[in-house]
């Protein structure tokens, strides 16, 4: 019997995050870990009226690729794919990781040369979102692999996941999101036309600019789960520091202990508890990776606990988190680079957020 969450949860994607209409060409990325969803998700578009087409991959191809191919073919875009990303109406994206730490072994510089090259893609597909023309949305079907990592059993991180995601009850999930959507309007319209903000805490003291910039209410249009509000600030107005208190995980590698300083917008000091040489890589693989394209503010609060996937986690309620590198044009950031890596800092005890000398947001909660 199948699992009625996951057709909720497909139900959610298509008709609330991408919003697919009759004839919409949707693609649908996905690896076979997550057939079930795969197939509840597709149902849900020919319901719709789109057209689906399926990129499918087994669970090593990218360690197969990264490890085997030549300079030619790292570098290499292919024909269909960029079709999809230059044409469809919809791009859907299902995770399900059957191990989270296959590219581990896979040398930072062949990796680094593979997301450069794919960087044309990147930038279309953020351009054609920020212009309406690309409806986009994300989300993870739960693994073992993931639930090792969240250190849990494959049930109870269902079990979370599903939550998180608000397809769990008998409650109707779109009915819910959309009442995410309306409480963070008003925050995004609240920060409208703000200039300086201020971020204390034990772990944070920083200032940066937002003028000119806007906030996206982030309310499960785009990732699932969401909640958050989030901003390109001004590439060269970040200054202060930042200890991230969460380990920061990307490419098969967690950073623990990250501690960076800022100066006019260039992280100039970067430390680590665990694996600092990779952190320093990443920051420095282009004039971008430095800077910072996104400061955000975690608002779901059904997201408890820390589980090593930057999809749940950059959403916990109470938490800030800033991304190195590209920002999201619709932001009004100008920050480019190949690499986007979101860094997560608890702000529950003794921090606060100050916006043109006003107080937004005090130890997890907003004050307005």
């Known amino acids: 019997m199948s699992d009625p969450r996951i057709h909720k949860l497909a139900r959610v994607l298509v008709e609330y995050g991408c919003e697919v209409q009759p004839k919409d060409r949707v693609v649908i990325r996905a690896g076979t870990a997550a057939a079930p969803l795969i197939e509840a998700v597709y149902e849900q578009v020919l319901k719709a009226g789109g057209y689906p087409d399926v990129m499918l991959s087994t669970p090593n191809m990218d360690e197969i690729f990264l490890k085997t191919a030549n300079a030619d073919q790292l570098t290499y875009i292919s024909p269909a794919q960029q079709h999809y990303y230059e044409n469809y109406e919809c791009l859907m994206a299902l995770g399900g990781a059957l191990n989270t730490r296959r590219l581990s072994a896979i040398p930072t510089e062949r990796q680094v040369a593979r997301r450069q090259a794919m960087r044309p893609l990147s930038e279309t597909y953020m351009r054609r979102s920020a212009a309406g023309e690309l409806k986009w949305t994300l989300t993870e079907f739960p693994t073992i692999s993931l639930a090792q990592d969240a250190d849990m059993s494959l049930r109870d991180y269902e079990n ?22 309306k409480e963070q309007d008003r925050l995004v ?21 937002i003028k000119g910039r806007t906030f996206i209410n982030a309310c499960g249009q785009r990732n699932m789960p969401d909640g958050e509000i989030f901003t390109g600030p ?11 208190t969460y380990p920061a995980v990307a490419y098969g590698r967690e950073v623990e202990g990250a501690r960076i300083r800022f100066v006019d917008g260039k992280a100039v000091e970067v430390s680590a508890k665990k694996n600092e040489d990779f952190l320093r890589q990443q920051l420095s693989q282009d004039a971008g990776a430095s800077f910072l394209g996104e400061f955000a503010i975690g608002t779901n609060f059904g997201i408890d606990q820390f589980t090593k996937n930057i999809l749940f986690d950059e959403k916990i309620g109470g938490s800030i988190h800033m991304a190195f590198g590209a920002s999201y044009p619709e932001t009004g950031g100008k920050n480019e680079s190949a690499l986007h890596w979101d860094m997560i800092c608890d702000m529950r005890d003794g921090s606060e957020i100050i916006v043109d000398g006003e107080l937004l947001y005090k130890n997890g909660a907003f004050m307005i």
Do not use: I, M
């Open 160 to 181: 979370f996941v599903y939550k998180a995601c608000h397809v769990a009850g008998d409650d109707d999930p779109v009915e819910y999101w959309q009442g995410v959507k």
């Open 234 to 244: 001004v590439e060269e107005s970040v200054n202060g520091w930042v200890q991230f």
């Open 189 to 209: 319209e609240w920060l409208k036309g703000k200039d300086q903000v201020e971020v204390r805490g034990p772990n944070v003291d920083l200032t940066l600019s």
